[in-house]
């Protein structure tokens, strides 16, 4: 099972499109879990828990330039999430999205 942490502003859009990626997941026969939190006050508070990936919502795409002064970005691969993905809500593109890092190893692009 990998493990998720999304970071996001949080509402009813997110909880689609998580339930949309866990749906790609499931046909794809890949056991992924993901836990959302939201805004970025609650990141420090998942420090040293384990976690395969973090997202970013599109709106805290602006963390990735804190890399340096968050240990939790540096421990793992995290991507931002395009706002076109979270927009059209497509589950299946943000599942491509997270098993090219976890389930075929590919590096990150950060």
């Not at 502003?9 to 993901?34: P, S």
Request: one cysteine or more; proline letters at 3%.
């Amino acid at each position: 099972m990998k493990r998720v942490l999304f970071v996001t502003t949080c509402g009813e859009a997110t909880d689609v499109l998580v339930a949309r990626v866990l749906a790609a997941a499931a046909e794809a026969e890949m056991q992924l879990a993901i836990e959302v939190v939201s805004e970025h006050t609650e990141l420090d508070k998942h420090e040293g828990k384990e976690f395969d990936m973090l997202l970013l919502s599109p709106l805290l795409r602006y963390l990735k330039n804190e890399k340096e002064d968050r240990k939790i970005l540096q421990n793992q691969p995290f991507e931002v999430v395009s706002s076109i993905i979270y927009g059209s809500l497509n589950g299946a593109e943000l599942f491509w999205l997270i098993s090219k890092h976890l389930f075929f190893d590919r590096p990150s692009l950060h």
